[in-house]
């Protein structure tokens, strides 16, 4: 792609910003005339780019003049950001747009949004549009930037519209973001997907790989360092094809980590056909990589890996992890595997087994395979039965929690550090946290620990947390 019409261009982005000031203009002279502040509610569901994308949302609705709505019932603008990775997904999305139904009938003058993977497939927007007529704006990733002008069209005229671009889709930056965290940030350096995955909806719903300037990006984490951020997590579908002209990712992670300051640096996702040894070696030389790595197998057969598009063998997928391993000591490594693949025998399950015993992997990210209209799988011969796919998922989770809770076992009675995110998720703790791997802890202590590291010596571990008390040595 030219790298030159990937940008969304400044005067498109001011036309966006007039917008944005019409709204605001309107919004306060409400609040002006009687006192009435209004407000909008951004619900998300899909993976941390969905997330990131929910934050620029809310930062336009706030630069739109909406405070936040505690819930539906007092939002007059409703955004639901959605994900189409997997039928479940998709299924618990429709209800909820479902459930909104009563809402608007009480309050005809609520304005409901629908965005995300969802409508950027064309049989998913015919729904939105001829099934859910009381939706008012549905838009695709593509059209994110452009949603100033589409509430506009919405709430001046009482129209409803729809966006949904068949594009390869843009860059646009600048786009004000309100942030969920206070110490930690997401930072997308790519957006879309060219790899095509046999099995994945994603290249269709976020169109084609395309990547932010390492300038940009830079920039964004050096203004987030300086606000107080300390820990980044760098988004893309797969970091590893990052293409900033002369700067490929290990570059980029160099460079991050030469900004000044004390903060960590993660990022997700690493496809295995394009992690090199360079990118392990730049992680152990850099103390502000955080040592854990997502490394999504799919699964344990050659066969099956070959039919999913994912161009790596196990043994090219097992020497990435040694390699690893070797040069990063203490790092913590998790996957995503999916069970019943189309074709997928008991021997092929048999391998993806295997695998886990032999890597071992602090956690795992387990899903049985959804068939997603439009993707090659979804016509493959799939004669296996619903009940042979839960078995094999139900074994293959067994073992993993059988393994998660060996690790956690082995770190009783040491010590570890403990980034302090946030507090009261397990009986009888206040505070939680993670490791730099990402493994999560479950402490006691003050409030004001929060966003400080903290040394933790373990006492307990079950399959998903560690547990203990802060040490003061
Ligand atoms: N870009 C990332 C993953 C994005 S989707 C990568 O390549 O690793 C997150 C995970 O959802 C995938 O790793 C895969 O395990 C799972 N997934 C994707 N499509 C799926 C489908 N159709 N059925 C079941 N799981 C799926
Ligand atoms: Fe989907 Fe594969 Fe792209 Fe990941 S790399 S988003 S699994 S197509
Ligand atoms: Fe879902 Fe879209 Fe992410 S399909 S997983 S929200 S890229």
Not at 131 to 149: E, R
Not at 274 to 286: G, S
């Amino acid at each position: 792609m030219n790298r030159e019409n990937v940008f969304v261009t400044p005067e498109e982005m001011a036309q966006q910003r007039s917008f944005t000031q019409r709204l605001l203009r309107r919004n306060s002279a409400r609040t002006a005339e009687n006192g009435y502040v209004p407000k909008a509610l951004v619900d998300c569901y899909g993976c941390q780019q969905n997330e990131a994308d929910a934050e620029a949302i809310r930062g336009i609705l706030a630069a739109s003049g909406y405070a936040v709505a505690a819930d539906e019932h007092e939002a007059d603008v409703i955004i639901i950001n959605t994900c189409a990775i997997r039928e479940h997904a998709e299924a618990r999305v429709l209800g909820n747009i479902g459930a909104l139904s009563h809402e608007k009938r009480r309050r005809p003058e609520l304005i409901i949004g629908v965005c995300g993977c969802m409508p950027q497939q064309p049989q998913m927007a015919r729904k939105l549009k001829m099934s859910f007529p009381y939706v008012d704006i549905v838009f695709g990733t593509h059209a994110l930037w452009k949603l100033p002008q589409l509430l506009w069209e919405a709430v001046s005229e009482h129209k409803r519209v729809f966006d949904v671009e068949d594009s390869a889709g843009r860059i646009a930056e600048g786009l004000p973001v309100q942030r969920k965290e206070k110490d930690k940030a997401w930072v997308s350096i790519m957006y879309g997907c060219n790899n095509f995955c046999t099995y994945c909806i994603v290249p269709y719903v976020r169109g084609r790989e395309r990547s932010r300037r390492p300038e940009d990006i830079l920039n964004e984490i050096r203004g987030l360092v300086a606000e107080g951020y300390r820990d980044f997590t760098l988004l893309g579908q797969n970091v590893n094809s990052y293409d900033g002209g002369d700067c490929d990712f290990p570059t980029l992670l160099e460079r991050i980590c030469a900004i000044e300051g004390d903060f960590t640096v993660r990022f997700m996702t690493s496809h295995p056909k394009d992690a090199t040894k360079r990118l392990f070696d730049v992680i152990a030389a850099n103390p502000k990589c955080a040592r854990g790595l997502h490394l999504p197998v799919q699964c344990g057969s050659d066969r099956i890996l070959k039919a999913m598009n994912r161009r790596y063998t196990v043994e090219q997928y097992l020497e990435l992890i040694d390699y690893a391993r070797a040069h990063i000591p203490g790092l913590c490594i998790t996957s995503d595997i999916i069970v019943g693949f189309p074709g997928e025998t008991e021997e092929d399950f048999q391998g993806t087994l295997d695998l886990v015993e032999r890597v071992r992997f602090d956690s795992l990210f387990t899903f049985i395979y959804s068939p997603r209209t439009g993707t090659p799988a979804a016509t493959m011969e799939d004669p296996a039965t619903h009940e042979e796919k839960q078995n094999r998922f139900d074994r293959l989770l067994a073992a993993q929690n059988r393994i998660s809770q060996e690790i956690h076992a082995s770190y009783i009675g040491k010590v570890v550090e403990v980034f302090i995110d946030g507090g009261g998720r397990a009986a009888g703790y206040t505070l939680s946290g993670r490791t730099d791997g990402g493994r999560l802890v479950h402490t006691v202590g003050d409030e004001s620990l929060r966003g400080t590291k903290v040394r933790v010596r373990v006492e307990k571990g079950s399959t998903y947390a560690l547990f203990g008390s802060i040490v003061n040595e």
